[in-house]
């Protein structure tokens, strides 16, 4: 027998990948049968672990004289007993390509939040539908769930094919179904095949009842997803976890870097005080280190002696978070008693903890059409986007822009209990404040699928952003003559037209941008509403901005497109002269100048004008609105 260099597979071991997964989908849909079948399959089971497993089957008589492979997974009596998932199961097993972390989660709608806590740390996820039953309104909570959590990468399963028959029909018929359902949504990629988890059909083998499909098996996908490596290259930030003081000449500030990088001698900011310092060293257990990036634990010694303290928030002073009193968050609500805006609770934002008051919900997200409902509370396992007044200043970024700092959990003042977990949308700044909250919602007679529908198209914010002169109304204006000569309704905002009138009474300071921004995404949102496709060209350089108009549309109805130009040709272009007018200092406040442009980090579509011409930018836009099926 050959000798096996144990050191050789150790170290390839660790080159290896990891994949964080979630399955999730409706009740009974084989969510743990599949995971046992993972790691059955992958040669992950003892025989002792397979023997109890045996034993176990026979005693609660769930698969006859077969072993049950879900009660790998379902390890408490009570769901031992009742055939279900209740609480998160997180399993691990490797294959040759690749490692994998799986948290298999509940069906049941009174565990959501089981669910929501084991999506928020997955990179994908497996949302598994039964083929006798179809979409169920759990596979569009969770699927929603998944989107608001910032998974952008889904498989599709459709289980228990064994039990119709493995018939094709049914597979496509369940396909078409969810991809209208999925549109909506902010998924990068989806994936859908049809498997039997209880027999293994296409799970890691094709098996000849599938053989009509031509597709990957799961573990293949799951082998060649394309996995987030660590956000190394995106805005520092390490939220303080400990200030380390183990002996009288030092002082360290530990945490773990949520992404960017750092190294000795980069300047750094404090927020929210804004104290600036440099890093003088990078400490950890094992040496100093020349850099650090995101993932890693490290202590950071500053050449200045400034006030820091648990809960504040390490940046770069070029790319600084936002600092608020008041924020927007998406909050999914977790307990039976239901989120009151007046009363009094506890967020926890990292390891900083504030007291918080939820002002008024703006809106119920109805988990089946996905509308936006008007309401005065959030009841257990809804979702709605919420006003919260803080019990002081916090520094946070949008959810979109770091998952860390971008988060909270809500918490019971009086029962300690986390009764809610929430997704910052943007900041509140006096201009947001709402002093209409009186004034009752006019519901319409006629929606706005169904003026749409008269126009064949679906509603929609085509929003362009870029520098000066990068050239987004050459390409929105070609945009709308396209779309006017093929029948489509739409209308075009420019940001110069529009503050010749609605904004003529904005300057260009941060907080005048904000203002104009929440305007224009206002009127933008009633023009939706009347079911047209709507044009925006602003250079709207704020991301948390750009979220904030997001947030006013319903899913899949805010199209970012980012019209890409270097600084240095938006310049050669100067097309209104204004680029020499603010280097000479005439104008202030100049963005790409004296005020930064934060480019998009994920938008739907990118128009560069470097490469294309504004016809081929355009041809680049009607082909992502014919495939979305927003021009019909």
Known sequence: ????????VLAADSRKDLLRFITCGSVDDGKSTLIGRLLFDSKQVYEDQLSAVTRDSRKWGTTGDQ??????????????????????????FATARRKFIIADTPGHEQYTRNMATGASTADAAVILVDARNGVQTQTRRHSYIVSLLGIEKVIVAVNKMDLVDYDRGRFEEIWAEYEAFCNKLD??????????????????????????FDGPTLIELLETLPVDEGRSDADFRMPVQYVNRHRSDFRGFAGTVSQGRIAPGDPIMVMPSGRQSRVERIVTF??????????QAVTLTLSDEIDISRGDLLVRPEARARVAEALDARVVWMNDTPLLPGRQYDIKMGPKTLSAIPELVHHRIDVNTLEHQHVEQLDLNEIGLVRWRLGGPAAFDSYQHDRQTGAFVVIDRISNLTVGAGMIVRPVTDTLADKSRDVVWHEHKINKTQRAGQKAQRPAVLWFTGLSGAGKSSVANALEQALFQRG???????GDNVRHGLNRDLGFTDEDRVENIRRIG???????????????????PFRSDRAMVRELMEPGEFVEIHVKASLETCEKRDPKGLYAKA???AIRHFTGIDSPYEPPEDPEIVVDTEKLSVEEGVDVVLEYLKRRGILH
């Open 522 to 540: 206002e009127v933008a949102g009633l023009m939706a509403d009347a079911g047209l496709v709507v044009l925006t060209a602003f250079i709207s």
């Open 583 to 585: 280097r000479a200092g």
């Open 67 to 92: 072993a049950d492979l879900a009660l790998l997974v379902d390890g408490l009596q009570s769901e031992r007993e009742q055939g279900i998932t209740i609480d998160v199961a997180y399993r691990y």
């Open 488 to 494: 489509h309704h739409s209308y075009l905002l420019d």
């Open 1 to 8: 027998m050959a000798e096996v260099d144990i050191e050789k």
């Open 286 to 295: 094992g040496g100093d280190l020349d850099a650090a990036s995101a993932g």
């Open 187 to 212: 998924f990068e990629e989806v994936h859908c095949l049809p498997v039997a988890a209880l027999g293994g059909d296409n799970v890691t083998v094709r098996g000849e009842n599938l053989a009509w």
